[in-house]
């Protein structure tokens, strides 16, 4: 059997391209695995759970079609999608995991997260990361009509972009010291994690010890799937223009 883990797929309306590769994924991979993990950044964009549009329809029925059929589907939240919630969850079947969380993969102890908070470096982003997942502050957002919601949706992602293109690729990457911390505060060895849209298989040592930090990647030019058995795990690409195989 196998797990599957995805991340940073950004779906958007705007992206047909994305969705229809993310579509076909599901309909034609997901059969007859253990699990699939989406580790963040499953939108480009969440403002709560009460939008509705065809676009999220058509997403959230693949997932309830995946769930219904008896395999379990896990989330962790992104720096897109934090807002995602237990109504999501409840319409998808999907259950939401705590943002580090250690799993058994095939008797590896594996630490699994969006990666986000190992990105210490960006002063400014674990900044604004703090006061975004203040739970008052998230309170008072979720009673803001939609309409303004979205506005603010829209206005945030204009920012990042330019805020992101200001910094250095260094910043917006993992500090390792981070990585090694929190993997021996978790008694693993071995980490997967999207975010920075970096896709590699990191090898190094903890306390004189091999471990290994597996980076997803994004769907933006193409998908990217962690395909995870018994026998070892591959980092594979799935093309926009050509339907997976069975």
């Not at 995946?66 to 589907?73: E, H, M, S, V």
């Not at 390792?176 to 849209?197: C, F, L, P, S, W």
Request: hydrophobic share 35%; proline share 4%; charged share 25%.
């Amino acid at each position: 059997m196998t797990t599957l883990f995805i991340a940073d797929l950004h779906l958007s309306a705007e992206r047909p391209d994305i969705t229809a590769c993310f579509l076909r994924f599901m309909a034609q991979e997901t059969h007859h695995i253990d699990a699939l993990y989406v580790l963040g950044d499953l939108f480009e964009m969440w403002i709560g759970d009460d939008e509705d549009s065809p676009f999220l329809r058509q997403i959230k029925q693949a997932f309830k079609t995946l769930t219904d059929a008896g395999t379990p589907c896990y989330f962790i939240h992104g720096n897109r999608d934090f807002l995602i919630g237990k109504r999501f969850s409840r319409e998808t079947g999907i259950t939401l995991l705590p943002e580090h969380t250690v799993v058994d993969l095939y008797g590896t102890p594996t630490l699994i997260l969006h990666g986000d908070t190992l990105c210490i470096e960006d002063q400014a982003y674990q900044r604004y990361r703090k006061k975004v997942h203040n739970p008052v502050i998230q309170w008072l957002f979720a009673r803001l009509p939609l309409s303004y919601r979205i506005k603010v949706g829209d206005k945030f992602r204009q920012n990042s972009g330019k805020n992101n293109q200001t910094k250095s690729q260094s910043i917006m990457d993992v500090t390792q010291t981070e990585v090694i911390r929190i993997m021996r505060d978790a008694n693993v060895t071995q980490m997967i994690h999207g975010h920075t849209h970096r896709p590699k298989i990191h090898n190094f040592e903890i306390d004189g010890i091999p471990a290994q930090r597996i980076v997803l990647g994004d769907w933006y030019d193409n998908g990217s799937v962690l395909v995870y058995n018994v026998d070892g795990y591959q980092l594979e690409t799935r093309n926009f223009n050509t339907p997976s195989s069975d």
